[in-house]
């Protein structure tokens, strides 16, 4: 149980265009879903914490207009990449948490994003 | 501010046990969890500690003291497979990940 898809599992993009990352938990309603991105060798940056129904909370740094996050729904949320940039090439992660469980959260398979 | 603090890298033999410990500071905590990750995945959950002890799970146990802000990872009979990275992680409002450790296991 607690499986959460992330789709696509990987996308190569110009420069210039946006990319939409889905997140959805498959057999558990989410109410709060987490948006990481890691570097290769560095820990998961936590970019920002989306709740259903309402605004995503940012942290520190990251531009809200530049990674668009919706959680339109208990089982979906999205992050859309705007105008990407080569430097905004990265491994994105979102995981999302089961409060039925209690346990911290499970993640999905995460989308590796090349920007050309 | 929030951190956690783990040592950057651990490395041991076929067969034998390793800790790994995580310090932590936060003004609001739910609890602590264990993370692992192979080189190009995702992390996958390996355990959680809300409360004070220790939670075995296999041949992976953690064990959290919530007065001293300190868990720990214990990996027992260690196996090849288990060369990866360990991150902890505290919940709060918010999942937030330590540096990581890169475990190395020796034949």
């Known amino acids: 149980g607690a499986v959460v898809s992330q789709h696509p599992s990987w996308v190569i993009c110009k420069s210039g265009t946006s990319v939409k990352i889905e997140c959805r938990s498959l057999d558990f309603q989410a109410t709060t879903m987490f948006w990481y991105r890691q570097f290769p060798k560095q820990s998961l940056m936590l970019m920002a914490t989306s709740n259903e129904g309402s605004k995503a909370t940012y942290e520190q740094g990251v531009e809200k207009d530049k990674f668009l996050i919706n959680h339109a729904s208990l089982t979906l949320s999205t992050l859309t990449v705007t105008s990407a940039h080569p430097e905004d090439s990265s491994f994105y992660i979102c995981?999302?948490?089961?409060?039925?469980?209690?346990?911290?959260?499970?993640f999905g398979q995460g989308t590796r994003l090349t920007v050309v | 501010g929030q951190s956690l603090e783990q040592p950057s890298e651990v490395t041991a033999v076929e067969g034998a046990i390793v800790q790994i410990n995580c310090t932590y500071q936060?003004?609001?905590?739910?609890?602590l969890s264990w993370y692992q990750q192979h080189d190009g995945g995702a992390p996958t959950f390996l355990s959680y500690n809300a409360l004070d002890g220790l939670e075995e799970t296999g041949r992976f146990s953690s064990f959290l003291s919530r007065s001293d802000s300190y868990g720990y990872l214990l990996l027992q009979e260690l196996q090849m497979k288990d060369s990866a990275s360990y991150f902890c992680a505290f919940l709060g409002g918010k999942l937030i990940f330590g540096q990581g450790t890169e475990l190395s296991v020796k034949p």
């Open positions: 936060t003004s609001g905590f739910y609890g």
């Open positions: 995981s999302a948490r089961d409060p039925g469980r209690g346990q911290g959260a499970f």
